[in-house]
């Protein structure tokens, strides 16, 4: 398992970590099988998106910020209840197909570290399985 | 393949299985690999969330019953449409990273089975594989 | 790796493809391990929802259109920006336990991809590991 360190700078954002899994896949030297790209953290997520223009990014951000209101008569004392549940809807991994040593992603496809309650160091770990 | 069985009691509700998981992981003597968490329901989920405070469950449970009502027009004449809509969102499955014959969580980070169309009885399938 | 075509007919639409996967898996022989099905696309995904009464799909579709509205002040240009959310509250992929040669799905189970940016020809990939 390799972990990559993360220091997000805003309250709510999606960090492009393509090259880093990428790199993480690569080292571990596994030709064929799957990689999990797994946040140990209950406010924050791992998705997959495109990576092209930076737009989709934004608009990612505020949508899931409208879904999900910031304060709204939550009963969790630490204020972040909105995280948590960003982080159930969005999900705590991805699962990639690794082929060649490299993961198959599509030609629009990034994958996205998303912080819900930052700024923050963060961690995702990413574990490859296969021969 | 372990499977679990649960008995909910309320109609949305949060179930904390991370005990479970962890001793049909450690009963499969798998060192490192990966761990597949599986409902075969349809109107049920599972997600890793925060289980120290209980309140995030709850706040889990109120979010997602706002952000898809129990009554919507919905087609479905079994009127359990809001249950399927909350286990596409929430999804079906999480896959867990496996080191040392145990789960590699966060510190906060529980498993949840997510009872959308209770009071009933469930199962969980985990299903390890490695080396 | 299997990949399957798709053609899409509608602007947002849920696909049956369970069999697909099934043949999938079934011709991969693998008896014993997981089958990750995943789309490399961002405007679409993949779940696992009820496939027995056509209106559970269709109620997914209305209530993710409902979620998420089409047009919303989003910045990408393409002008697709709700299909981009969608993918990412549903998911790029879904993991399936394999035993027997085939997948474990409970009684109600299908396997459907999403299109949210259709019509489209689409692709699916199917990835089979274990014994």
Known sequence: MTTITIDSRQRVELIDITEKVRAA????GIADGLAVVYTPHTTAAITI???ADPDVAIDLVMAL????????HYHHAEGNSAAHVKSTLVGASETLIVENNIPVLGTWQG???CEFDGPRRRQVHVKVIGT
């Open 65 to 72: 910020n409208k879904l999900v209101p910031f304060d709204d």
């Open 49 to 51: 998106n495109e990576n």
């Open 25 to 28: 896949i690569r080292d571990r």
């Open 111 to 113: 994958i996205y570290f």
